[in-house]
């Protein structure tokens, strides 16, 4: 059972940027779909970015779109997600997932905290 371990997170300014990273453990990293989720509070989880095994991007947020990039180093065992131009409004705990199976999002990280101030 693949592990999965976030982190990058902190507290930046308005325009500010973060790198998260999500290790992962296991050798059947390369053979799952992964995906980053965000949840702020009172709000529900969201998909912000995923990602086919093989890199090509599955799924967008458009409020992110053209500021966030999703990447994986499947040789690294590693996925990250480029925020850049961060507003407050993605403010959230970040969360990676694996879709191991093709059919949900089965495997998840513990969360790591992104605060970004006006």
């Known amino acids: 059972q693949v592990q999965l371990v976030e982190s990058g997170g902190g507290s930046v300014q308005a325009g500010g940027s973060l790198r998260l990273s999500c290790a992962a453990s296991g050798r059947t990293f390369s053979s799952y779909a992964m995906g980053w989720f965000r949840q702020a509070p009172g709000k529900e989880r969201e998909l912000v970015l995923s990602?086919?095994?093989?890199?090509?991007?599955?799924n967008s947020l458009n409020s992110v779109k053209d500021r966030f990039t999703i990447s994986r180093d499947n040789a690294k065992n590693t996925m990250y997600l480029q925020m850049n131009s961060l507003k407050p409004e993605d403010t959230a705990v970040y969360f990676c997932?694996?879709?191991?199976?093709?059919?949900?999002?089965?495997?998840w990280g513990q969360g790591t905290q992104v605060t970004v101030s006006s």
């Open positions: 990602i086919r095994r093989s890199g090509g991007i599955l």
């Open positions: 997932a694996a879709n191991p199976d093709g059919s949900s999002w089965s495997i």
